[in-house]
T-cell receptor, first 113, second 115 residues
Framework: DQQVKQNSPSLSVQEGRISILNCDYT??????FLWYKKYPAEGPTFLIS?????DKNEDGRFTVFLNKSAKHLSLHIVPSQPGDSAVYFC????????????FGSGTRLLVRP | ETGVTQSPTHLIKTRGQQVTLRCSSQ?????VSWYQQALGQGPQFIFQ???????GRGNFPPRFSGLQFPNYSSELNVNALELDDSALYLC??????????????FGSGTRLTVV
């Protein structure tokens, strides 16, 4: 039973344009959501997070939107750069579960020069 | 500030054997978690150690076990290896006192292949 789903395995975007990565979840007990970026041969790197009490969090070129009623979150990257090409994982944390994270299966983003 | 270091980077084992993977946590981090990432999937939580005790476990059988040492480094042991254990094993360290999220640092992982 996948509690966190990333339905798009890959996404290709032109440099300078917006990249939108989507994530759906089923567990209403999640209180924190995170995005991680992973390059080949490296571990996942934390990118941005959002608490369930917010609907938007922004950090430079990265913005995460949370729609609790739809159980959906998205990561917007504007403008996209070739160095953003990586696999992006959406992850969620349950209330009172310490640091256990539940990850989606990832979306491979390719930013074309 | 050193990051999370995992060893070895690659490993090939035979079905039925046992394996030990190692992790040195980031300086200042007292909690270590282990994740298994199968090909084409996201990381799956195995367990977490805090103050040398397991304080959270995912849906993995008892043949997956671990240790945390006084210096907060950690080991993941897998007994009776199965072909499906082939995966990237990720270690992540954190310090809950530094806030809920963002202070979760992953190592580069150990790629285990079971033949």
């Amino acid at each position: 039973d996948q509690q966190v789903k990333q339905n798009s395995p890959s996404l290709s975007v032109q440099e300078g344009r917006i990249s939108i990565l989507n994530c759906d979840y089923t567990n209403s007990m999640f209180d924190y959501f995170l995005w991680y970026k992973k390059y080949p041969a490296e571990g996942p790197t934390f990118l941005i997070s959002i608490s369930s009490i917010k609907d938007k969090n922004e950090d430079g070129r990265f913005t995460v939107f949370l729609n609790k009623s739809a159980k959906h979150l998205s990561l917007h990257i504007v403008p996209s750069q070739p160095g953003d090409s990586a696999v992006y994982f959406c992850a969620a944390k349950e209330m009172d579960s310490s640091y256990k994270l539940i990850f989606g299966s990832g979306t491979r983003l390719l930013v074309r020069p | 500030e050193t990051g999370v270091t995992q060893s070895p980077t690659h490993l090939i084992k035979t079905r039925g054997q046992q394996v030990t993977l190692r992790c040195s946590s980031q300086s200042g981090h007292n909690t270590v978690s282990w994740y298994q990432q199968a090909l084409g999937q996201g990381p799956q939580f195995i367990f977490q150690y805090y103050r040398e005790e397991e304080n959270g476990r995912g849906n993995f059988p008892p043949r997956f076990s671990g240790l945390q040492f006084p210096n907060y480094s950690s080991e993941l042991n897998v007994n009776a290896l199965e072909l499906d254990d082939s995966a990237l094993y990720l270690c992540a360290s954190s310090n809950p006192g530094q806030g809920p999220i963002g202070g979760y640092t992953f190592g580069s992982g150990t790629r285990l292949t079971v033949v």
